[in-house]
């Protein structure tokens, strides 16, 4: 269901030492088109994914934790991104990174609760 609310294009080997490839094509208000590809490093369905991909900057790469846990009221999704470097550009990278992850959250919300696409 990613590309109805991240990507559009993306293909996963969901298993821990596969491989994704996200694809951008026109994405969000900057018209974004692009590709990010990185090892699948965990992936115990559907309760944790874990993988790591390069930054915006394209020096180096961070890992993303995702856990899915069951509440009273439906999901809790806990995302955390960390490896990030120290410096400028590194700085950028993690505001980048912050804004991204806090659009693309709110898009999967409207996904999964009302059918809303992007």
């Known amino acids: 269901g990613l590309d109805g609310w991240f990507t559009n294009g ?3 080997d969901a298993r821990d030492g596969g491989s994704l490839t996200f694809r951008w094509k026109n994405w969000g208000p900057e018209d974004f088109t692009g590709e990010m590809s ?3 490093l965990e992936a115990r369905g559907p309760e944790r994914f874990v993988f790591r991909w390069l930054v915006d900057s394209g ?6 934790e995702i856990d899915f ?3 009273a009221e439906g999901t809790l999704v806990d995302l955390v991104e ?3 470097r120290d410096g400028p550009d590194c700085l ?3 505001l980048n990174r912050s804004s991204g992850w806090a659009q693309a959250l709110t898009l999967m919300y409207f996904f999964v609760e009302h059918g809303v696409t992007y």
């Open 10 to 12: 993306t293909s996963i």
């Open 38 to 40: 990185g090892p699948v």
């Open 59 to 64: 020096g180096y790469e961070t890992t993303v």
């Open 69 to 71: 846990k069951a509440s």
């Open 82 to 84: 960390h490896g990030y």
């Open 92 to 94: 950028q990278d993690m």
